[in-house]
């Protein structure tokens, strides 16, 4: 068997017992590709220039595969919607698609489970969101959707909250996709909520000033002029303004939101060890910005004011505030300042950019959740206390190095 139409009905079998919401297939031909050359050639990628590496592949996907005739394309839905957490909770924080699992290895198992349906002499390649290919294109071309004013895939029915998986094969495509009218019309919702003004006129985004990109891909200090409104990790802004979205479907079980990020302050992360973070998003796409960018980006949150507050917990002293001699030995130290009661760590000071955090350390044995609603704290911290916890950590350290 050499087409596609000869194995559908078994592979549309097998994606829906794995969770998938919509299926459609489409040639290897990717005809968003010069607006792909244009916007590299614009700078929009910022600094992913990986993706201006393997220009030629998108260009052409038959350069790098010569062997590929078609391409089947999956939606698996994820949640639209946040659990109820406490105020400041790594929840509250972070995009809706990195709640749950690391899509990436979700979406592989499912595209493999797909590539059982084959036979040998059908030659496939997997993509999530990982190779020289435009999943988005490939899903309009497939007639699951249009290519909306935010650059998302959208879908009629079910808006834009889902990842998108692409199956190569070397089978002729003979499945006709559905007609997919634009439907976003006279709106611009997405582009008036927009807070960086990143959306283009050409249905892109300049990753220059998206907040997604920044918080993710960036490497190294953030643009000082860009507000995160409110985000550590990803950005949901233009998809919560898009009326395509009042009706979502039900996200894959693999996507649930993780209870660890309710019971888990954004400002935690400020205090981790790599450790703590490779172990709180084990299998999680936030893994992606690793724990220096999430420091960076929840530092960012808080010198703006829009993420951490006082109510989370934390209390900021700027350098500035203390005497001069005092703010030296403080970025000269470091590590943070512990401030123990009944031989339990309760606080910490740690210098962050600009400052200090005032950071509440939780209880375990108050729970999960109350565990995470300190008493307030005092604003601002008091010089004198600031000196003499600085006074005994600096004894402690030169006790070490002897």
């Not at 968003?32 to 992913?48: K, N």
């Not at 998108?58 to 010569?66: L, W």
């Not at 990143?198 to 891909?217: F, G, H, K, Q, V």
């Not at 509440?360 to 300190?374: E, S, V, W």
Request: hydrophobic content about 35%; charged content about 25%.
């Amino acid at each position: 068997m050499t087409r596609l139409s000869q194995y559908w009905p078994a592979i549309e079998r097998v994606a829906d017992a794995n969770g998938v919401v919509r299926l459609g297939a489409s040639d290897l031909a990717d005809t968003h590709a010069e607006l792909f050359e244009t916007w590299l050639d614009r700078g929009h990628h910022a600094t992913m220039h990986y993706l201006a590496k393997n220009r030629d592949a998108r260009h052409d996907p038959a350069s790098r595969f010569p062997w590929a005739k078609s391409v089947i394309v999956i939606l698996v839905p994820y949640s639209a919607e946040r659990p109820e957490a406490p105020e400041g909770s790594l929840t509250n924080h972070i995009a809706r698609y990195a709640l749950g699992d690391d899509y990436h290895e979700v979406l592989d198992r499912i595209l493999r489970e797909l590539e059982g349906v084959f036979g040998e002499g059908v030659k496939t390649w997997r993509y999530v969101d990982t190779g020289p290919l435009s999943d988005r294109a490939y899903g309009a071309q497939s007639g699951l959707g249009w290519i909306a004013r935010n650059g998302m895939l959208i879908n009629q029915e079910l808006g834009s909250y889902f990842f998108i998986g692409t199956l190569l094969t070397s089978l002729e495509n003979d499945v006709a996709p559905h007609a997919v009218a634009d439907r976003c019309g006279t709106c611009t919702r997405c582009l008036d909520a927009c807070p960086t003004n990143a959306i283009l006129p050409d249905r892109t985004l300049d990753s220059n000033l998206c907040i997604s990109y920044a918080t993710i891909e960036h490497r190294g200090p953030l643009p000082p002029d860009l507000p995160l409104a409110g985000n550590a990790f990803g950005c949901d802004i233009c998809q919560e303004a898009c009326p395509w979205n009042h009706d979502p479907a039900a996200a894959h079980p693999s996507f649930a939101a993780r209870d660890e990020y309710r019971a888990t302050p954004v400002t935690d992360l400020l205090r981790f060890e790599q450790n703590e973070f490779s172990t709180l998003f084990r299998k999680s796409a936030i893994k992606r910005a690793k724990l220096a960018g999430m420091q960076r980006n929840v530092e960012a949150l808080f010198d703006s004011g829009v993420g951490p507050r006082e109510s989370d917990g934390v209390t900021k002293v700027t350098l500035d505030e203390l005497p001069a001699e005092l703010a030296e030995r403080i970025r000269e130290l470091r590590d943070p300042i512990e401030i123990v009661d009944n031989e339990k760590t309760i606080a910490e000071i740690r210098p962050v950019r600009g400052g200090l955090s005032y950071m509440h350390i939780p209880d375990p044995a108050l729970g999960p959740i109350g565990q995470y609603r300190p008493k307030p704290l005092p604003r601002p911290l008091p010089v004198s206390a600031v000196e003499t916890l600085l006074a005994e950590r600096e004894e402690e350290r030169n006790r070490k190095k002897w």
